[in-house]
């Protein structure tokens, strides 16, 4: 008897992890065209705020909006039918095969289409997968996939999101049709930092540091595709603290802090590592420049994101008078600085002051009094309200 | 390190920077050394600007320093238990008034790692190859 048990336990451990359902009996062996449906979803964590610190959430699901699917054959491993999941995540297919035959779902953090050209790829360059459970071909199959965190492939699915969300928005306030590709370079024990560098962007996964499920990091990186395909960027580049820096350093930086706030309309900057991590409230905190100093001062990349969130965000919950919006503040990259000859005052190089005259110039000179009360008098930042969109009274 | 190593070999072989992210205005690093029942870990922590004050911790001890000139050196030593036969991860923070940075080294036996879930490449028609885990 304890042999019949033991050889029972054996061909239920032949059968692998990946075992679905039994596929529907009445087809199998029966050529024709077969039909499967799902949802995708990943295990989120998402970023929570922890006294000074930044914590990450318990797993929840998520849908995974436009990531690539596809049906392989597990025999040979052949791509049957391939498509996109939609922002609910579902994908459907029909597709020619045998009754029975052992197929599954693999889905990949990979677009294919021109809107969300975004790809979240391995340090040996290949892009994540996931594959689901095998199932037997049949007349309708629903087969829905979820790409766990033990699996080591949530975070990529994660990075894919939050860059559909940011080149969502890009489409939005930008109007372009064909953003150059951009590609996420992402895994487990990835040590090479976090950076963007031509169109892509670097993501640390360390143990003392894994950035795959820090949201606005990753979209911090993104800000800085954002201003180098649809605005200007001069920044030097390199480490920044939040100290006084190079006001075209800080200015880069700042706004892309601010990009990766305005698109999740949170004020909450939240970076976790092994220490608890650090967050911000860009709405909340005040960091100062030195009123009596020249324009071209050193300035923190705090102070910049901070005024950038004032002048944008409103009404509700505001703690200024300005009823901007994220979307007029980030049509200043494409507006003005872009194309615009820049004053030669300021840095040399765009930085806050040139988005400042770009803000003047969009949006006009009727919020001088409310953007004079953010910029002089809360950041103390000594802006001469006299730039080609006119002089305030 | 090895991270700034790299943004900084981008900077010199480039005229395009990189764009790190937001880091806190302090370096940290950990050493241990071997002693009776354990490992003495010190962490090292350098300044890169000008701190009004910091705060290191390691292995359950907490020191708080006062004002830290740029380059000027922090350091707290813990001895951390460990059973023969054993390992453990210590996590050392520096921490400054917004932003803190961590480090994490493991001492004593090599932890056993969960192996990594195999990845199988496959190739869609386009040519993208991908590596499914399931």
Not at chain 2, 16 to 25: C, E, G, N, R
Request: charged share 20%; hydrophobic share 40%.
């Amino acid at each position: 008897m304890r042999r019949i048990v033991l050889a029972i336990l054996l061909l239920g451990a032949a059968c692998g992890d990946n075992a679905g359902p039994p596929a529907d009996a009445s087809v199998v062996g029966i050529p024709g065209t077969y039909e499967v449906s799902g949802v995708v979803r990943y295990e989120d964590r998402a970023p929570l705020v922890n006294g000074a610190d930044a914590a990450l959430a318990d797993p929840v699901p998520q849908v995974a909006r436009g990531v690539t699917v596809a049906l392989v054959a597990d025999n040979g491993g052949a791509v049957i039918a391939m498509g996109t999941t939609a922002d609910d995540g579902s994908y459907t297919f029909t597709f020619d095969a045998t009754g029975g035959d052992e197929v599954h779902i693999l889905v990949s953090t990979t677009s294919m289409t021109a809107e969300r050209p975004i790809t979240v790829r391995r340090g040996d360059n290949r892009i994540h997968g996931f594959g689901g459970e095998t199932f037997g071909a049949g007349v309708i199959v629903v087969e829905d996939v979820l790409v766990t965190i033990a699996s080591g492939e949530a975070e990529a699915f994660n990075i894919f999101d939050n860059m559909v969300i940011g080149m969502d928005r890009v489409h939005a306030v930008y109007a372009d049709p064909l953003p150059p590709a951009l590609t996420v370079f992402w895994q487990t024990g990835s040590t090479d930092g976090t950076y963007y560098f031509e169109h892509a962007i670097h993501l640390l996964g360390e143990s003392s540091d894994d950035d795959g499920f820090d949201d606005t990091v990753m979209l911090h990186e993104l800000g800085h595709y954002v201003e180098d395909v649809e605005g200007r960027t001069d920044s030097p580049g390199g480490s920044h603290d939040g100290s006084p820096t190079d006001p075209r350093l800080a200015w880069s930086e700042g706004w892309s802090t601010y990009f990766g706030m305005a698109v999740r309309d949170q004020p909450i900057y939240m970076d976790t590592n092994a220490g608890g991590g650090f967050n911000q409230n860009l709405d909340s905190e005040v960091t100062k420049a030195v009123l009596n100093q020249s324009l071209s001062q050193k300035v923190s990349e705090d102070m910049v994101a901070q005024i950038l969130w004032d002048l944008g965000d409103a009404p509700a919950s505001d703690d200024d008078t300005v009823a901007g919006t994220h979307d007029a503040d980030m049509r200043v990259q494409q507006q003005y600085l872009k194309t615009a000859l820049l004053r030669n005052v300021g840095s040399g190089g765009a930085d806050l002051v040139d988005f400042l005259d770009g803000w003047f110039v969009t949006d006009g000179l009727s919020h001088c009094a409310d953007v004079k009360t953010i910029v002089l008098t809360t950041h103390t930042f000594p802006y001469d309200f006299a730039g080609p969109g006119g002089t305030c009274p | 390190m090895k991270q700034l190593v790299v943004v900084a070999a981008l900077l010199v072989c480039s005229a395009v920077p990189a764009h790190a992210k937001p880091t806190a205005p302090v370096e940290v690093r950990l050493a241990a050394t071997p002693v009776r029942g354990g490992y003495q870990v010190t962490l090292t922590a350098t300044a890169t600007h000008d701190v009004p004050a910091l705060v290191l911790e390691l292995a359950g001890k907490r020191v708080a320093f006062p004002a830290t000139r740029a380059r000027q050196i922090r350091t707290l030593v813990a001895t951390v238990t460990v059973a023969p036969g054993a390992g453990v991860d210590v996590v050392g923070v520096a921490r400054t008034s917004t932003r803190n940075r961590a480090a994490v080294l493991h001492v004593g036996a090599a932890a056993a790692k969960p192996a990594a879930p195999p990845a199988i490449t496959r190739t869609l028609p386009d040519g993208r190859e991908i590596a499914e885990v399931r």
